[in-house]
T-cell receptor, first 116, second 109 residues
């Protein structure tokens, strides 16, 4: 149980393109989903916390207009990287929590984004 | 401030035992998580401790001492597939996870 699906796995696109990443909880309802980015050999960096039906809470330094998050249902959250530039190239990972706050986060497989 | 410390890299031999330590400083504490992350993949959940003591789960065990702000992950009967990064994450008073940088574990035959 507790499977999270993230799509796409890889994206290579030109600078200026907007990219949408989907995160789905397949066998549970996730009231809270999280978006992280990770640079090589570094830890996970939380970008934002997404609660179903409300606006996402962004971490300090993360541009909300640059990284649009939508959590329209209990099983789907999306992250859109708008007008992506090479510095946005990274590994983006979503996670979802099944239930109470002490429950573990379950991660999607991640999206490797390369902006040319 | 909030901080997690864990060794950057460890090396162990196949079949042996290894202990990965983690110390944490957080504003409030609601438990400690261990995750395994293979290169290029997303983390997978290993264990959660909120009370002092040892939690055993097959070859993997996790220990917590709240008074010392300390945890360790113990891996027994090491296998080559255990080569990965192991992430320690503490949950603070707001249930926000504070992540360590991860310990890269290298298993040698």
């Amino acid at each position: 149980g507790a499977v999270v699906s993230q799509h796409p796995s890889w994206v290579i696109c030109k600078s200026g393109t907007s990219v949408k990443i989907e995160c789905r909880s397949l066998d549970f309802q996730a009231t809270t989903m999280f978006w992280y980015r990770q640079f090589p050999k570094q830890s996970l960096m939380l970008m934002a916390t997404s609660n179903e039906g409300s606006k996402a809470t962004y971490e300090q330094g993360v541009e909300k207009d640059k990284f649009l998050i939508n959590h329209a249902s209990l099983t789907l959250s999306t992250l859109t990287v708008t007008s992506a530039h090479p510095e946005d190239s990274s590994f983006y990972i979503c996670s979802a929590r099944d239930g109470a706050e002490h429950q573990p986060q379950h991660f999607g497989d991640g999206t490797r984004l390369s902006i040319l | 401030g909030q901080n997690i410390d864990q060794p950057t890299e460890m090396t162990a031999t196949e079949g042996a035992i290894v202990q990965i330590n983690c110390t944490y400083q957080t504003s409030g504490f609601n438990g400690l998580f261990w995750y395994q992350q293979h290169a290029g993949e997303a983390p997978t959940f290993l264990s959660y401790n909120v009370l002092d003591g040892l939690e055993e789960k097959g070859r993997f065990s996790s220990f917590l001492s709240r008074s010392k702000g300390y945890s360790y992950l113990l891996l027994k009967e090491l296998q080559m597939k255990d080569s990965a990064s192991y992430l320690c994450a503490a949950s603070d008073s707001n249930y926000q996870l504070i992540w360590g940088a991860g310990t890269k574990l290298i298993i040698k035959p």
